[in-house]
């Protein structure tokens, strides 16, 4: 008996080290985001920060919107010392300015076609996105 309660106290303890990250933003750090670019890619990044209570709100509307569309996000931590470099290489070459948090950028072909310096409702957003053909109508 005290092996199976074992084992169960060692699943859930294991379990809790591990989130589960479906319907959430996909975290990347600045090389990889400027790989992205360089590759061309076209995709939605939202730059943000862990600290910023306006941030934390925002990505709860994004995680509503990946939910309902099924589509992927990124996110972009600016304040990860280590990338401060990268990140002033992304906002000088792509993303031509990052003032205020939270960003939203449309990529497109490895170029930034629109963006938003401003907390956005989940209707703001969508109206936003479908006005670029990054969701469906």
């Known amino acids: 008996m005290k092996k199976i309660l074992l084992v169960i106290l060692t699943l859930c ?10 319907g959430e933003v996909n975290t990347k750090r ?3 985001v400027l790989k992205m670019f360089e590759n061309k890619e076209s995709f939605i990044l939202y730059a943000g920060s862990n600290d910023c209570n ?16 099924e589509i992927e996000i990124i996110y ?5 010392s280590e990338d401060e470099e990268i990140i002033n290489t992304l906002t000088y070459d792509y993303l031509y300015r990052l003032y205020m948090l939270p960003s939203t950028y449309l990529i497109k072909d490895g170029k930034t076609i629109d963006m938003k310096e401003i907390y956005m409702e989940l209707e703001q957003l969508e109206e936003w996105l479908k006005q670029y053909e990054y969701l469906p109508e």
């Open 30 to 32: 600045a090389k990889d």
């Open 54 to 69: 306006t941030c934390n709100d925002y990505r709860q509307v994004l995680q509503e919107l990946i939910k309902k569309y």
């Open 13 to 22: 303890l294991l379990g809790g080290c591990f989130k589960f990250t479906k």
């Open 76 to 80: 972009l931590n600016t304040k990860v």
